[in-house]
């Protein structure tokens, strides 16, 4: 059996607590995984793309969650359709991805972690049934935060497997 990752900075909501609580704590428990995969490499690891047929690498699972904090939280929750990508070039496809031959990890970590930052703030004054615009859509904060849940799961399950294939350690 594969061990859970032991870090006082995570920890998984409670059973029993309020919706909103629970949606905002279950996010940050994503979040933080996604940290712990990269914490401890080199920059060559981080950019490994261990998997041929794959563009993923640690680093650039980051900066596409970087990319997905603004697209959910500012485009959409805010309202704010032409707020600028961070690396994502849109004639360039997986720009935010590869290549990443210059990118600077303390720099793309601090852009990353600010930008989750930004969406906490977007969100805090907002109940979870308050709508922002998608695609001329309405979309509720509890829908972004549902969705932001799964994404977040979704890579760190990529992670997981990037990780236990560039060093050999394994947890989620």
Not at 31 to 60: F, N, V, W, Y
Not at 128 to 138: A, I, K, V, Y
């Amino acid at each position: 059996m594969v061990q859970d990752l032991v870090d006082p900075r995570r920890s998984e909501p409670p059973y029993l607590w309020e919706e909103r609580a629970m949606l905002e704590g279950w996010l940050e428990f994503h979040r933080t995984t996604l940290m712990l995969k990269c914490e401890g490499l080199s920059d060559a690891q981080r950019k490994a793309r261990p998997i041929p047929t794959s563009k993923l690498s640690l680093h650039g699972l980051v900066r596409h969650m970087g990319e997905v904090e603004r697209n959910w939280f500012r485009r959409t929750l805010l309202s704010e359709p032409d707020a600028p990508p961070i690396w994502y070039d849109p004639a360039v496809e997986d720009s935010e991805l590869v290549p990443l031959d210059d990118a600077d990890w303390d720099s793309d970590l601090t852009t990353w972690l600010e930008e989750c930052e930004r969406s906490r703030i977007a969100a805090a004054p907002r109940s979870l049934d308050d709508t922002g615009l998608r695609q001329s859509e309405p979309c509720s904060l509890r829908w972004i935060y549902v969705h932001m849940i799964e994404e977040y799961a979704r890579h760190n399950g990529h992670a997981d497997l990037i990780r236990e294939l560039v060093d050999g350690s394994v947890g989620w």
